[in-house]
Nanobody, 112 residues
Framework: QVQVVESGGDLVQAGGSLRLSCAAS??????MGWHRQAPGKQRELVAR??????YYADSVKGRFTISRDNGDNMVYLQMNSLKPEDTAVYYC?????????WGRGTQVTVAS
C-alpha cells in the first residue's frame, strides 16, 4: 500500500510564497502531481510531472513550479505570488502501475 503525505500548507498574505512537500512510500511512480479543491468547487489539477514533462493549469502558470527529487519519492510545489483564489486544500497524487494514490491534503489559505 502506497502512503502519501503532504505538508507545508499555511496561512499566508496575498503576494507571499509557500512550498508544499509530498512524500510517497515506494519508488517508480510514473506520475506525481498536485490537485486542489476550494470550498464549493470541484477538485482540479494544478500541476503534474511525469519523467521530464510538466503540466500546469493556466491559473498557476508562471507562479507555481513543480519539482521532483532524485530519489523519486518526493514531489514539491513552489507557490509564488499567491492570490486569495489559490485558497484550497491541496492534495498530492502519485501513480504507480496505473493506479492513483492520494494524500489527505494540506490547507493553503491566502489572505487578502
Amino acid at each position: 500500500q502506497v502512503q502519501v503525505v503532504e505538508s507545508g500548507g499555511d496561512l499566508v498574505q496575498a503576494g507571499g510564497s509557500l512550498r508544499l512537500s509530498c512524500a510517497a512510500s515506494g519508488r517508480g511512480f510514473t506520475r506525481m502531481g498536485w490537485h486542489r479543491q476550494a470550498p464549493g468547487k470541484q477538485r482540479e489539477l494544478v500541476a503534474r510531472i511525469a519523467s521530464a514533462a510538466t503540466y500546469y493549469a493556466d491559473s498557476v502558470k508562471g507562479r507555481f513550479t513543480i519539482s521532483r527529487d532524485n530519489g523519486d519519492n518526493m514531489v514539491y510545489l513552489q507557490m509564488n505570488s499567491l492570490k486569495p483564489e489559490d485558497t484550497a486544500v491541496y492534495y498530492c497524487a502519485v501513480t504507480m502501475l496505473g493506479r492513483d494514490y492520494w494524500g489527505r491534503g494540506t490547507q493553503v489559505t491566502v489572505a487578502s
